[in-house]
């Protein structure tokens, strides 16, 4: 059984930085593409950010690019998302997703893409 677990949302003032991290166990980590997505209140889930099985493809949503940094250490079966200069709409909750494709060739972008997910983690933004 694969599992997800996030960690490192809270509460910031525009401007500041978080870094979430998710650990991932159950399967062959290095294999898999990760992803992190986030759902704002009465919005539907939506892509942020994207990177390969082996570390060396990553992509992202427009609106995060140039703020956010996504990276991955397969040793520690861990992918991270450095958040820098946040603001009021990057308020959500955040997941992290797993591929359902070993080896992908590039990075999905697509929920259906994904075939597990952790529980969330909440990241809130003050203006």
């Known amino acids: 059984q694969v599992q997800l677990v996030e960690s490192g949302g809270g509460s910031v003032q525009a401007g500041g930085s978080l870094r979430l991290s998710c650990v991932a166990s159950g399967r062959t980590f290095s294999r898999y593409a990760m992803g992190w997505f986030r759902q704002a209140p009465g919005k539907e889930r939506e892509f942020v950010a994207a990177?390969?099985?082996?570390?060396?493809?990553?992509s992202y949503t427009n609106s995060v690019k140039g703020r956010f940094t996504i990276s991955r250490d397969n040793a520690k079966n861990t992918v991270s998302l450095q958040m820098n200069s946040l603001k009021p709409e990057d308020t959500a909750v955040y997941y992290c997703?797993?591929?359902?494709?070993?080896?992908?060739?590039?990075?999905?972008?697509?929920?259906?893409?994904?075939?597990?997910w952790g529980q969330g983690t909440q990241v809130t933004v003050s203006s």
């Open positions: 997703a797993a591929d359902n494709r070993p080896r992908r060739m590039g990075t999905p972008r697509s929920i259906d893409e994904y075939d597990y």
């Open positions: 990177i390969s099985w082996s570390g060396d493809s990553t």
